[in-house]
């Protein structure tokens, strides 16, 4: 069991449904999350090495619970990961009348781990065979990164994508996406 202190390590508050799905996503046999006066506990079935310690206190400090969603933006849970060195489909969702809104950054908790240099993000619209946006980025801890900057934004029905591939590492390292926002 790990200990956090409520008023320290969640400032901001704690969302135990999300830090849960970030925690099984990142490290195997959580069995729950128990707050108490301002006790955090965080539960596994068994103990915890020093590399998921380190990387559960970087969950953990990574931590913003989630507010009710503006209307402008659009929330899409992902747990995925790859261990491709070319892009491969993360997630996919339509974009069309009903989720009517112009994209103009995108949002998404993510990580790199073993000896993987650096990781690619993309976000592709595969109806019109373009790249609205991508990024690179290096983070081994999880953390929320931001593509502020997109182009050739669909303005009718389109299916998009997002895709991610590593650059190096051994074949058994990955890269993990965790959850992705859409804002207009």
Request: proline share 3%; glycine share 4%; charged share 15%.
């Amino acid at each position: 069991m790990e200990v956090y202190s409520l008023s320290t390590n969640f400032p901001s508050g704690i969302d135990s449904s999300k830090l849960e799905r970030i925690i099984n996503a990142s490290i195997p046999g959580l069995v729950g999350i128990t707050t108490y006066a301002d006790n955090v506990e965080i539960l596994f079935t068994n103990a915890i090495d020093s590399t998921q310690k380190t990387l559960l206190d970087s969950i953990v400090a990574a931590h913003l619970p989630d507010q009710t969603p503006p209307n402008n933006s659009l929330n899409i849970m992902i747990m995925r990961s790859t261990k491709l060195n070319e892009y491969e489909l993360i997630c996919s969702f339509i974009l069309n009348e009903k989720v009517n809104f112009n994209i103009n950054s995108i949002s998404f908790t993510s990580r790199l781990s073993g000896s993987i240099m650096s990781y690619d993000i993309r976000l592709y619209d595969s109806t019109n065979n373009n790249i609205l946006a991508s990024g690179n980025y290096t983070n081994s801890d999880l953390q929320l990164n931001s593509i502020n900057s997109l182009s050739n934004v669909p303005t009718s029905q389109a299916v998009l994508e997002i895709h991610a591939k590593k650059n190096g590492g051994e074949s058994d390292d990955k890269v993990f996406i965790n959850e992705l926002t859409l804002y207009s």
